[in-house]
C-alpha cells in the first residue's frame, strides 16, 4: 500500500545518503529474505554501485543459485555474481562428521571467497567502502543479550565479523526492522511473494542436513527428497503455516525394502516440519496424513538411493530444529 511504499521510499533516499555518491558497497546474497530485501534496497538506492555475492557451496537447495541468479539480476537488476565453489567446500568437507567441525570449515571457507571476491570488485572499481548485511532487529538483541547455556549449543552465525584487512564500513539498513517489517518492505519494494515468504535456510546448508559425512552424492540425493516435499508443502497450502521445513538424510542407517521383485538396501530421510515464531521454541506440524502421504510415495518412487521416509515428530526443547 501508500504507506509502505512512502516507507520504501524514504528508506531509499535514507540509504543512498549514507553511502554517498561516489561509495561502492559488497555484499552476500543468500537468497533469503533478509539478504534479498537488502540487496534490491541497495540496488534502488545505489544501482551498479552496488556489488552483490552468492556463493554456492555445493550444500544449497535445487536450483537455489539459478533461481537467486533469476531473481536478482535478471528481474531486479542487481550486479550479482555467483560463485561456484561447490568442489573447493566438498574437498574439504571430506571425512568430516562432526557438525561443529562442518560449521567451522563451511563458514570460513565462506569468509575466504568473499574476501576473494571482494578484492577482486575493489580493484575493478578502485575502491570498496561498505559492507551491507541484512541484520535483523532481533538479531542485534540476541548478539547483545543472548548468552544463556543454548548460546553454546550451536555456532549459529554464518558471519563470523568481518576480515580485518578489509577496512571496510558496516551498513545494515535493516537493523531496527522485525521480520514481518521486513516482508512489508519487501513487498512494497516489488520482490515477489514466494522470495518474501520463505522459511529461513542455514548458512552451512544441507551440510547439516547430511548426518555424518558430506559428499556430492548425498547432497544429489537430498536435494532431491527436498524440492520434492517443499513442492508438496506448496501444492497442499501449508507452506506459510510453517516456520520452516526441509528433510534430513541419514545415510549411515540403511534400510531393507522391495521395490518389483527386488530388494533394495537403501537410506532414511526424515521429514521436519515445525511451527514456530522465534525459533527458540518449536512444535512439529501437525502436517495431515495426507500430505505426508504423498511427499513419502513421491520421494521413495523418484528418488533413487532412498526408501524409507519417516516424520519427526519431536518439539523444541528438548530437540533441537536442525538435527544436527
Ligand atoms: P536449532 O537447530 O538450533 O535452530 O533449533 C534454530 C534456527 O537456527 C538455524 N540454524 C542455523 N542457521 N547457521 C545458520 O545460519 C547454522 O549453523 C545454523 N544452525 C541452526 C536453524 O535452521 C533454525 O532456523
Request: with cysteine; net charge negative; aromatic share 8%.
Amino acid at each position: 500500500d501508500w504507506v509502505m511504499t512512502d516507507y520504501a521510499n524514504e528508506f531509499i533516499e535514507s540509504v543512498r545518503k549514507q553511502v554517498g555518491e561516489h561509495g561502492h558497497v559488497i555484499g552476500a546474497v543468500s537468497g533469503g529474505v533478509d539478504s534479498t530485501v537488502a540487496a534490491v534496497l541497495m540496488n534502488k538506492a545505489i544501482g551498479h554501485r552496488f556489488h552483490a555475492v552468492m556463493v554456492d557451496n555445493g550444500c544449497l537447495r535445487k536450483d537455489e543459485a539459478k533461481n537467486v541468479l533469476k531473481r536478482l539480476r535478471e528481474d531486479c537488476g542487481v550486479d550479482l555474481r555467483c560463485i561456484d565453489a561447490a568442489d573447493r567446500f566438498m574437498g574439504l568437507l571430506e571425512g568430516v562428521t562432526d557438525p561443529e567441525r562442518k560449521r567451522k570449515i563451511i563458514g570460513g571457507t565462506f569468509i575466504d571467497i568473499f574476501q576473494e571476491e571482494a578484492e577482486k570488485i575493489e580493484k575493478e572499481f578502485g575502491h570498496c567502502d561498505w559492507l551491507l548485511q541484512g541484520t535483523l532487529y532481533p538479531d542485534v538483541i540476541e548478539s547483545i543479550s543472548y548468552k544463556g547455556p543454548s548460546a553454546t549449543i550451536k555456532t549459529h552465525h554464518n558471519v563470523g565479523g568481518l576480515p580485518a584487512t578489509m577496512k571496510l564500513k558496516l551498513i545494515e539498513p535493516l537493523r531496527e526492522l522485525f521480520k514481518d517489517e521486513v516482508r512489508a518492505l519487501g513487498i512494497a519494494l516489488g520482490i515477489d511473494e514466494v522470495s518474501v515468504w520463505r522459511h529461513p535456510f542455514p548458512g552451512p546448508g544441507l551440510a547439516i542436513r547430511i548426518l555424518g559425512e558430506v559428499n556430492k552424492k548425498h547432497a544429489e540425493i537430498l536435494r532431491h527428497a527436498d524440492a520434492i516435499m517443499i513442492e508438496e508443502l506448496y501444492k497442499s497450502g501449508h507452506y506459510r503455516a510453517i516456520g520452516q521445513a526441509f528433510v534430513v538424510l541419514m545415510p549411515t542407517v540403511k534400510s531393507v525394502g522391495v521395490m518389483g521383485d527386488g530388494r533394495t538396501y537403501e537410506n532414511v530421510c526424515a521429514i521436519r516440519c515445525v511451527e514456530t515464531t522465534d525459533y527458540m521454541t518449536a512444535d512439529f506440524y501437525h502436517l495431515p496424513y495426507e500430505v505426508m502421504s504423498n511427499m513419502s510415495s513421491r520421494i521413495i518412487n523418484e528418488v533413487r538411493g532412498i526408501n524409507r521416509v519417516c516424520y519427526d515428530i519431536s518439539s523444541k526443547p528438548p530437540a533441537t530444529i536442525e538435527w544436527e
